[in-house]
């Protein structure tokens, strides 16, 4: 089975966020599926289908030190694509 995983994303709408958050998917050999992403007040959500051969604690580990930067509260699931 493919290694899918469900990111959310929520925080303050700042500039960058999806940069760096692409960036490390990038870094990690990720693939995007689908995404959604839209404000809602001065929040700023993400909803990423990504596929990332890397275990889901690593990806969870990678990205716990960028949403830490910048203040994201993130989830990961595993899914079936």
Known sequence: MENW????L???????IVA????SLFDMQGNLGEA???R?????TI??????????????KNLQQICDELDLFFHLDAIEA
């Open 47 to 60: 909803m990423l289908m990504v596929y990332v051969p890397e275990s889901k604690t690593v990806v969870q």
């Open 5 to 8: 995983l469900m990111l959310t």
């Open 10 to 16: 929520v925080g303050k709408d700042r500039p960058g």
């Open 36 to 38: 959604s992403m839209t």
């Open 40 to 44: 809602l007040g001065g929040n700023f």
């Open 20 to 23: 760096k958050i692409s960036q």
